[in-house]
């Protein structure tokens, strides 16, 4: 299991590296090219999907397909699955219809609430309309990626989305260099996400196939674990949503589509850093409902113990290194005339620093439907705090009030989820303290080091950028390895270095 485990992990983490690296170099040219608004405006766009603000609709269809797929491959019922895979496709149909023909009709409206200006208002109408049609694919699409990831096909499923972001990464340039309007970057992305949900529907049809699995019509059992379950998903993917995708659309209204783009531009890499170190718990779901349909459970509790000395390990040197080099990083990046920005993307950091040491454990106790209830109750006192601090300071410090909420309800929260998840794995929570805050003292000061540096030297190039980061990660890691980890840490250590080296 642990080299399945790090070797899909380890496929995850270089497609979204891959993926977020040419999303994040595509930033400076959009930018450069069609101006900050029309960059918003962009931006919008794709904040009306599922992946996106919409998410809110897709009541969990992903996860509870995985789980459903890797419950059957534990147990072998693969009758229930088929049902409950019926069930979960019926329910995307409805729903992408429904958003569709709403955000359709709404499109001139939508337009409006932006305060787009008369320029672009008509492409962007049209961009909404475009959107509306895609939903009809991208809510089902859902599904069919939640089955590829319950066969644990995590090679075809990350080499897909790479495709897809490649193909929108280069139809983009391709507009910019014709001179073509932002429109046709929209556009680009819509048509590669449909392609992509289009390929894996393809995929999971067949390893469904595979097995002798195919949806079908559910039953009664099926239709109430399905909705329980998508109800539970529903209440945490609206607060998932409100976290991050809705503020763009708040921002949006409240202060323009200018505003949304600074935004953008301080959250995205935050955003890329926590999508892409959280990887390190993406191959957990299928595995933790394998274990649950073999009435293993006990064994995740020693998963998620070992995750709160290793996930800190690998992940706190890269989040306080950018939060100190969070200057130089925007200079060169975007330019430095966004640089002034740069103690709101240290802010912006909290939030990825604190998620990412709750993801691995979160991952597996989205098997259990009383863990997800609490977390959502906890979750909820975290949205109200990040509304009522960005609505609070909005005026005086415009969409950058949003960082600032998003920041301090994470930081609000974090106990109390930490202290959710020990009770729930029958742990104490005093060792996973032990564990995360001796590392996040030694980041600290690699941060305040970089920090340093990048005021001492007036003008850092890429190259000095990327070796400094690169002496502050090594430095890190050296530190925290040889004063906080144990035998048994660093023997683990060698297992997955050993097994993702052998490509096992």
Not at 106 to 121: C, E, G, I, N, Y
Not at 127 to 134: F, W
Not at 219 to 234: I, K, P, V
Request: glycine share 10%; charged share 10%.
């Amino acid at each position: 299991m642990l080299a399945g485990l790090a070797r899909n992990t380890a496929l995850s983490a270089l497609a979204f590296g891959i993926n977020g690296l040419i999303a994040l170099a595509l930033v400076p040219v959009l930018v450069a090219s069609y101006g900050i608004a029309a960059f918003g405006l962009v931006v919008l766009s794709r904040t009306l999907l599922p992946t996106g603000a919409l998410g809110a609709l897709d009541f969990g269809m992903a996860e509870t397909a995985t789980q459903s797929v890797g419950r059957a491959r534990g147990s072998g019922d693969w009758s229930r699955a088929s049902q409950e895979i019926g069930f979960l496709l019926a329910l995307a149909a409805a729903i992408g219809l429904l958003a569709a023909g709403t955000l359709a009709a709404a499109a001139p409206r939508v337009a409006d609430l932006f305060h787009v200006d008369a320029a672009h208002r008509e492409s962007f109408a049209a961009i909404l309309v475009a959107t509306a049609a895609a939903l009809v694919v991208f809510f089902p699409g859902l599904v069919a990626e939640g089955v590829v990831k319950g066969f644990e096909r995590f090679g075809v499923l990350r080499g897909v989305e790479v495709l897809a972001t490649l193909l929108y990464a280069g139809a983009s340039v391709a507009a910019v260099l014709a001179g073509l309007s932002y429109a046709a970057v929209a556009y680009a992305f819509l048509g590669a996400i449909a392609a992509r949900y289009l390929v894996l529907g393809t995929v999971a049809a067949a390893a469904m196939r595979a097995v002798g699995m195919r949806p079908a019509l559910w039953g009664r059992q099926a239709r109430e674990e399905m909705t329980r379950r998508s109800l539970l998903m529903f209440h945490g993917k609206v607060l998932g949503a409100l976290q991050m995708p809705v503020p763009p659309l708040v921002i949006g209204a409240l202060v323009g589509p200018a505003g949304v783009g600074i935004y953008e531009v301080v959250t995205r890499l935050p955003r890329f850093l926590k999508s892409t170190l959280s990887l390190l718990a993406s191959a957990v779901l299928p595995v933790a409902a394998r274990l649950e349909g073999r009435g293993a459970s006990d064994r995740l509790g020693r998963l998620a113990e070992k995750s709160f000395w290793l996930v800190p390990y690998a992940t706190f040197p890269v989040l306080f290194a950018a939060g100190g080099l969070a200057r130089p990083i925007l200079s060169v990046w975007v330019g430095p005339e966004l640089a002034a920005y740069w103690p709101w993307l240290a802010v912006m950091l909290v939030f990825p620093v604190l998620n990412i040491c709750l993801t691995f454990s979160q991952s597996m106790l989205q098997v259990r439907a009383d863990y997800i209830a609490a977390s959502n109750r906890i979750s909820t006192l975290g949205i109200v705090v990040q509304y009522a601090v960005s609505f609070a300071l909005v005026k005086p410090l415009g969409s950058m009030s949003f960082v600032l909420g998003i920041a301090l309800a994470s930081a609000a929260v974090f106990p109390f989820q930490l202290r959710l998840i020990a009770r729930a794995l029958e742990l104490d929570p005093a060792p996973l303290w032990s564990a995360l805050l001796p590392q996040a003292a030694v980041a600290l000061a690699a941060a305040a080091l970089g920090l340093a540096a990048s005021f001492a030297i007036s003008a850092i190039s890429l190259p000095a950028l990327a070796a400094i980061f690169g002496a502050l990660l090594v430095a890190c890691w050296a530190a925290a390895y040889g004063l906080f980890l144990g035998d048994n840490a660093r023997a683990l250590l060698g297992r997955l270095a050993s097994s993702l080296l052998r490509g096992a």
